[in-house]
Nanobody, 125 residues
Framework: QVQLVESGGGLVQAGDSLRLSCLGS????????MGWFRQAPGKEREFVAGISWSGGTREYEDSVKGRFTISRDNAKNTLYLQMNSLKPEDTAVYYCAADPRGNYGLVYRHVYDYWGQGTQVTVSS
């Protein structure tokens, strides 16, 4: 079955960098669009970044533009999120997600059928 496993989270200071990874298995990774979402305590899960099948299209939430970079390595079935200049407001559980159809915009939660278990990112001030 489809599995997504995130890794790379942790506790860092403001201004530091982290790289999250998401390893996919049980499906043809290159045939799925992929995305990163995050959820802070007491808040809705929100879109962070999304990427098309071969990486030609990438979209970002406004607050992370210029700081975060989404990428994928289809040969390794792995999705990445490079996070630079981290801020305390980036603190959240980060989830990767897979979209099997690609019919709507990357930003929409409902297009993603499969989700990982999440990895905690905590940024101290």
């Amino acid at each position: 079955q489809v599995q997504l496993v995130e890794s790379g989270g942790g506790l860092v200071q403001a201004g530091d960098s982290l790289r999250l990874s998401c390893l996919g298995s049980g499906f043809t990774f290159s045939s799925y669009r992929m995305g990163w979402f995050r959820q802070a305590p007491g808040k809705e899960r929100e879109f962070v970044a999304g990427i098309s099948w071969s990486g030609g299209t990438r979209e970002y939430e406004d607050s992370v533009k210029g700081r975060f970079t989404i990428s994928r390595d289809n040969a390794k079935n792995t999705l990445y999120l490079q996070m630079n200049s981290l801020k305390p407001e980036d603190t959240a559980v980060y989830y990767c997600a897979a979209d099997p159809r690609g019919n709507y915009g990357l930003v929409y939660r409902h297009v993603y059928d499969y989700w990982g278990q999440g990895t905690q990112v905590t940024v101290s001030s």
